[in-house]
């Protein structure tokens, strides 16, 4: 039972990672798009993709708190008291993202939309960094809040959201018929990946030099199979946008994302923090544990189908359109 919970939590931070980052990274290019016209064209185009979904895929982080709070008490205390400036950051960024969202859309002052343009985007940047970067000092396995792995994670993470953001503007753009942003997004959708991969090879070189055990075990151990999945996936999705190919690339998008976190998770495993705190170690006790994989269970049956209804209405443009 504590393998199946600690699989819930991961399961809870992949789905922040890839659907929350599909509108991280929408926020990366609206703060990239400019002033021009075509970046006017842009920032309607992500406003309006965002509009119907932006803010439930904070439910997914919620669930992780939850889940990370009552399953393993342990390991949140441990965490969050050495982690807490960036988490911080990131509830900040989060703050300031959901309400500058709200802001842009009453703002007549142009100047005043300006702003809240700006601070929307320059949120989506702090945010990710932020969580990810927490992530990368968890996986160190000495909880610094600063230092190369934390930041090398949250860089990750920057690429991944700009890479899923473009991704699925791509698909947007073209349910919407604006062929014009089609192209202006594939652009950046491969700049985006190449980045990834640069970025992501530049990762691996400072988790061997910090931590050479998470890194044996993400190439030849249990870690593997995703790390292998996401270096295929990646460059194979960036290919399929490139050629104009639009079959499969959203899913493969998400999929190259998710082995990334699951490459990590199952590299460090049984640890929760590498060389210091176990599954065994860190999970609540066992009356705990069985109503916690009720209440899991529930969110399966009840959220999950209704999420996957609004996603699906979504993108095929039931919910809202550039008219609108």
């Known amino acids: 039972m504590p393998e199946g919970i600690a699989f819930v939590l991961l399961l809870a931070i992949t789905a922040y990672s890839t659907a929350g980052g599909v509108d991280f990274g929408a926020g990366i290019w609206d703060l990239l798009a400019g002033n021009s016209e075509r970046g006017r064209e842009a920032r309607a185009l992500i406003d309006h993709s965002m509009a119907p979904v932006w803010e439930v895929n904070n439910v997914w982080l919620v669930l992780a708190i939850v889940v990370a709070w009552t399953g393993f008490p342990l390991l949140f205390q441990t965490v969050f008291s050495a982690l807490y400036p960036l988490y911080a ?6 703050i300031l993202r959901g309400a500058f969202f709200a802001f842009r859309h009453v703002a007549d002052e142009p100047r005043a939309h300006r702003i809240a343009d700006v601070v929307f985007g320059l949120s ?14 968890i996986a160190s396995g000495r ?3 600063l230092s190369p792995m934390s930041v090398a994670f949250g860089l990750v993470s920057l690429a991944a959201t700009a890479f899923s953001g473009a991704s699925f503007l791509v698909g947007d753009a073209r349910r919407y018929g604006a062929a014009d942003l089609v192209a202006y997004f594939q652009r950046r959708a491969v700049a985006a990946a190449l980045a990834l991969i640069a970025v992501g090879s530049a990762a691996l070189v400072v988790i061997g030099v910090e931590a050479p055990g998470l890194l044996k075990s993400m190439l030849a151990g249990k870690g593997l199979p995703f790390a292998l999945a996401t270096m295929v996936l990646t460059p194979l999705a960036a290919f399929l946008i490139w050629r104009g190919v639009f079959r499969w690339y959203r899913v493969l998008t998400v999929a190259a994302v998710g082995s990334m976190v699951f490459a990590w998770a199952f590299a460090q ?3 929760l923090v590498p060389g210091q705190l176990t599954i065994d170690q860190a999970i609540a006790p066992k009356g705990t544990q069985v109503l916690l994989i009720v209440v899991a269970a529930v969110v399966v049956l009840v959220i999950g189908p209704a999420m996957g209804l609004l996603y699906y209405l979504d993108q095929r443009s039931a919910l809202e359109s550039p008219e609108s």
Do not use: D, I, V
């Not at 950051?89 to 989060?94: D, P, R």
């Not at 940047?125 to 000092?137: D, I, M, N, R, V």
């Open 124 to 137: 989506s940047l702090l945010t990710p960094f932020f969580f990810a970067a927490s992530l990368g000092a």
């Open 89 to 94: 950051l990131a509830l900040l960024g989060l």
């Open 269 to 271: 495993s049984p640890y």
């Open 143 to 145: 909880l610094t809040p």
